[in-house]
């Protein structure tokens, strides 16, 4: 193995995942909140998102109102926890993280407001613009440089969707895209 690569080990479904070190990207499947999304850090993305539906408990309680929920895609590959856990608070918050605001300070959807001294932004929803927005990070560094993959649950979103986006034409050579389910994920 090269150092700092994720180490995938086969396990029961509730069973953490050694060293794997994601972020993902959840769309409600309520009917009323289809455009309702989340983003969210995981060690183990099969048994979080089965928290996420409260299936299991240490469910995130700020998504118990959307349930249920489909995870669209992960991105993994990251060299450790930290880097991981920074690139969950980028992608939620892009006009704010000093990493990426330049990147996404282009797209419309995108909005901040000032409260005092601090700028607070506004939630992104929807699967295409936090797609978008995940391809600019991706593309600025640090991100560009580290060894990342995507994996996309979503056939749909793999071959409709992200060929339309204008962003994937940016996206560094090396970062893999793969479409499939969880047990090709952990493969």
């Known amino acids: 193995l090269e150092a700092g690569s994720?180490?995938?080990?086969?396990?029961?479904?509730?069973?953490?995942?050694?060293?794997?070190?994601?972020?993902?990207?959840?769309?409600?499947?309520?009917?009323?909140?289809?455009?309702?999304?989340?983003?969210?850090?995981?060690?183990?993305?099969?048994?979080?998102?089965?928290?996420?539906?409260?299936?299991?408990?240490?469910?995130?309680?700020?998504?118990?109102?959307?349930?249920?929920?489909?995870?669209?895609?992960?991105?993994?590959?990251f060299p450790h926890k930290v880097a991981a856990l920074q690139f969950e608070h980028a992608w939620q918050h892009p006009a704010i993280s000093r990493h990426v605001r330049c990147a996404t300070s282009r797209l419309s959807f995108i909005r901040t407001w000032r409260r005092g001294r601090l700028i607070r932004q506004r939630e992104v929803h929807g699967v295409k613009s936090n797609l978008k927005v995940l391809l600019r990070m991706l593309s600025v560094s640090p991100y560009c440089r580290m060894p990342l993959r995507v994996h996309i649950f979503d056939a749909s979103v793999r071959f409709d969707m992200l060929p339309q986006l204008e962003e994937t034409r940016q996206l560094p050579a090396h970062i893999v895209v793969t479409q499939g389910t969880f047990d090709e994920l952990e493969a």
């Open 6 to 77: 994720p180490v995938i080990t086969h396990h029961r479904p509730d069973e953490a995942m050694e060293a794997f070190h994601g972020c993902y990207l959840l769309e409600s499947l309520k009917p009323k909140f289809r455009y309702r999304t989340y983003i969210g850090f995981t060690m183990d993305p099969r048994r979080r998102l089965r928290q996420h539906n409260g299936e299991i408990s240490a469910g995130a309680l700020k998504t118990k109102r959307w349930r249920p929920w489909k995870m669209v895609l992960c991105i993994w590959g």
